[in-house]
């Protein structure tokens, strides 16, 4: 009986499906994706995603650090069998990516959150679900089978349903917890500013509290809003507005309509979403209430990263929300190495922020990252070409690491380190 022929790689995949006249669904080149998703997608909509705080310098700094490392491949070494696969919280995964939690998929395709968990499931990259999806983590889950998923916590003013949240992350089968710090406020977005438009205002990206039973619940006795009642004023673009966000809403729209549930979720929502009181002594809180592994999202600084490990952090994930809280925060690359010092192999330390190939991916490994997380490109992917887009973005950034790894001189991920780079 001859061996199994091994499955043909990504490259060759495109290669001969050109033969055949069929291009890839997608750009390859992360600018010409970009560039693609931005003539599909309503103004607000790619404004939402692509932008980032005040001026972008961090978004333009996280590029500009990538830029600044060059690898240096090394020849003459058996790279004809290439391992890219890593272990992470007990589960050895394909590569050292995973999709990072993005809320409010629906501004990029109808079937948002759905189609990146099945197509994450499918390339087995895990998704990180996030808590302003627009799709309630249980479907999503249904549609994964036993692929690896986490889920990404907003803490909320309430206690309760930080609780609850947690509790149907386990019941969905999420892996790990990750809970996000650097959004306690929402950032300068001056994209978003300019065209006046936030999306959970018309109630988008808030299906995991109006699935809620806690977050329904408290409907019956909601929250004063946090910067006192907004003026009304009632027009034309009002009344849209209201439809928009009643459509957005489960249940029958006239049904909607007349229960005043939408407008009221939204209320609740806002007053309650995220508490900037949070501080370290939260954190039993929710380590209390959890056996799964919890990792802190945002961390920069290298004494954040010890205050975790003190308070008994499982993973740390070096990011700066891809550049839109802080405009002038340190890029994420330029801060992974103090933070991987200071964690000194006791957690795995992940990073995100400018993610855009296979190159980056090496880098960051080689900076010390278990894994990366990528945000933006997979959106694009969506908006373009739905769940078959995503699948393909995943698998060409996995197939491009894998080249870039065997092209380096660099047969397994442990094999990359500091030494295969250098200053620009
Ligand atoms: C449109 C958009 C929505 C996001 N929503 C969330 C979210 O709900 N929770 C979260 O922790 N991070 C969120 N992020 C940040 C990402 O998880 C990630 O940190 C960032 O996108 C990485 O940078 P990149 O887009 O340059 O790859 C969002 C990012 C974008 C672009």
């Not at 949240?165 to 001056?190: I, K, P, Q, S």
């Not at 939204?266 to 919890?294: E, G, H, M, N």
Request: hydrophobic share 45%.
């Amino acid at each position: 009986m001859s061996a199994p022929r091994p499955p043909l790689s990504r490259q060759s995949e495109v290669y001969l499906e050109g033969m055949a006249g069929k291009k890839p669904l997608v750009p390859i080149h992360p600018r010409r994706l970009e560039e693609a998703a931005r003539r599909k997608m309503t103004p607000e909509a790619y404004a939402y995603v692509a932008g980032g705080a005040g001026a972008e310098a961090t978004v333009q700094a996280n590029r500009a650090a990538f830029e600044r490392r060059r690898i240096v491949p090394r020849m003459l070494r058996d790279v004809s069998a290439r391992d890219t696969s890593v272990e992470l919280f007990g589960r050895t995964l394909p590569a050292p990516l995973l999709a990072a939690p993005v809320g409010v998929l629906e501004l990029a395709h109808p079937e948002a959150d759905l189609a990146v968990a099945r197509a994450a499931a499918e390339a087995g990259v895990p998704m990180v679900f996030s808590s302003q999806a627009s799709v309630a983590m249980e479907a999503c889950a249904a549609a994964m089978g036993a692929a690896p998923r986490w889920f990404q916590l907003y803490w909320s003013r309430s206690d309760a349903l930080v609780e609850s949240f947690v509790r149907r992350a386990e019941g969905c089968g999420c892996e790990a917890v990750v809970v996000t710090l650097d959004t306690t406020l929402l950032g300068w977005r001056t994209r978003d500013l300019e065209l006046a438009y936030l999306p959970f205002l018309r109630g988008k990206g808030i299906a995991q509290y109006v699935s809620d039973p806690v977050f329904l619940a408290s409907l019956a006795d909601p929250a004063p809003p946090p910067g006192g009642a907004a003026k009304r004023t009632v027009n034309l673009h009002t009344l849209g507005a209201f439809a928009e966000l009643t459509r957005a809403h489960p249940g029958s729209f006239w049904k909607n309509v007349r229960s005043k549930a939408p407008l009221a979720a939204v209320q609740q929502f806002i007053a309650t979403y995220s508490r900037p009181s949070l501080t370290w002594d939260d954190l039993p809180f929710l380590r209390a209430r959890t056996k799964l592994p919890i990792l802190l999202k945002g961390i920069l600084h290298p004494d954040d990263a010890r205050r975790a490990l003190d308070h008994g952090i499982d993973g740390i994930i070096v990011s700066n929300h891809g550049g839109r809280q802080v405009d002038g925060s340190i890029a994420t690359l330029d801060a992974l190495p103090a933070v991987v010092a200071a964690v000194d192999g006791r957690v795995p330390v992940l990073m995100d922020s400018g993610i855009r190939g296979g190159a980056d991916i090496f880098k960051a490994v080689a900076l010390g990252a278990r894994a990366v997380l990528v945000g933006r490109p997979y959106v694009y992917a969506l908006a373009l070409a739905g769940r078959a887009g995503v699948h393909e973005l995943l698998r060409n950034l996995v197939a491009d690491f894998e080249l870039t790894m065997g092209l380096a001189g660099c047969a397994s991920v442990s094999e990359i380190n500091a030494e295969c780079l250098a200053e620009a």
